[in-house]
């Protein structure tokens, strides 16, 4: 009996333990958030997705999968049941997309926002905002497929048409005719190679005549340095040059200030005796007497030009 009534309270003892061990693992992952429930509809595939899948807002848990069921209403139409943190900034322009986890296949659902907003989509009968559900990646992908299945297909047509036994034949011919071109242009630069040899002789050649042209260039280039300064040097011809250009800048300062003056005056009087000289020759030329009895002194008469009537005393 006492070994009965032990084992009797040993697993007493072992369900209490459990109990409180479920009890606190409970309470360490209960959730306190406050979560807004959302609704979205799909007609796609949503393999991989399973209940309390994350939820995801540009890559950051932002809540769980609730519950993922179908549209009674409608044929085909998946319903997902998400809850989402009350904090995570969701908008009109925010859709859901299924993302996938690496090689894993399991599915989250990704919430991002779009550029513009979106038709407001309204609450279901139980209270829950709608989301717009955009096909994934993936699903893009797949739909791709048949068309770029028929776009291989159309390639792998063009290359057994492009590889026909009569363009085949075309192109050894071609493959043909490019190593006999080969061949020649080997054969054509074996056959340079001496023209080549010369053409760097002379060209070595001419290099010396240039290397020894620019030596003589650069020591004429010192000559002329060295005759240009010599020409600088005190007692050279350009300082000889300056000082007679300061001689001839004196002598025609001298030539301005006194010399000139002079001639003026002198060309005056000559200008004066001149005029003198033509009133005597115009007189003498009008009355050659005078020259013989000298200057008429007469006085005009009546009638005569000059007369003047005498005054009345």
């Known amino acids: ?105 399991l599915a989250y659902i990704e919430l991002d926002d779009d550029a513009v907003a979106q038709p407001v989509l309204g609450e279901t009968a139980s209270g829950f905002k709608r989301l717009e559900m955009r096909p994934s990646r993936l699903s893009r992908l797949v739909e791709m497929g048949p068309e770029f299945l028929g776009e291989i297909q159309e390639t792998v047509v063009s290359l057994n048409a492009l590889l026909s036994k009569e363009n085949q034949q075309v192109l050894m011919q071609s493959i043909a005719g490019m190593g006999a071109a080969a061949q020649n242009a080997a054969e054509v630069m074996e056959g340079l190679k001496p023209v080549v040899e010369t053409m760097a002789k002379e060209i070595e050649t001419d290099m010396q005549v240039i290397r020894q042209a620019a030596g003589n260039l650069a020591k004429m280039g010192q000559d002329v ?12 011809v350009i300082p000889n040059l300056q000082q007679a250009a300061q001689s001839l800048s004196v002598v025609g300062s001298e030539l301005g200030n006194a010399t000139l003056p002079g001639l003026q005056r002198m060309m005056e009087e000559v200008s004066s005796a001149v005029q003198e000289v033509k009133v005597l020759i115009h007189q003498v030329s009008s009355n050659p007497q005078r020259f013989l009895y000298g200057p008429d002194s007469s006085q005009p008469g009546p009638g005569e030009r000059g007369f003047r009537t005498p005054a009345a005393n």
Do not use: C
């Open 225 to 236: 340095s060295g005759i240009v300064q010599n020409m600088r040097a005190p007692g050279g």
């Open 1 to 105: 009996m006492e070994n009965k009534s032990h084992a009797m309270a040993a697993g007493v003892f072992v369900l209490v333990v459990a109990a409180l061990l479920s009890l606190l693992a409970y309470w360490l992952t209960r959730d306190q958030g406050t979560y807004v429930d959302y609704e979205l509809s799909s007609t796609q595939a949503v393999t991989g997705l399973q209940p309390q899948a994350a939820v995801r807002y540009k890559g950051v848990t932002v809540g769980r999968v609730a519950s993922i069921g179908f549209n009674n209403e409608q044929q085909g139409m998946v319903i997902i049941h998400i809850k989402v943190e009350e904090s995570t900034p969701v908008s009109a322009k925010t859709y859901a997309t299924l993302g996938y986890q690496g090689v894993t296949g």
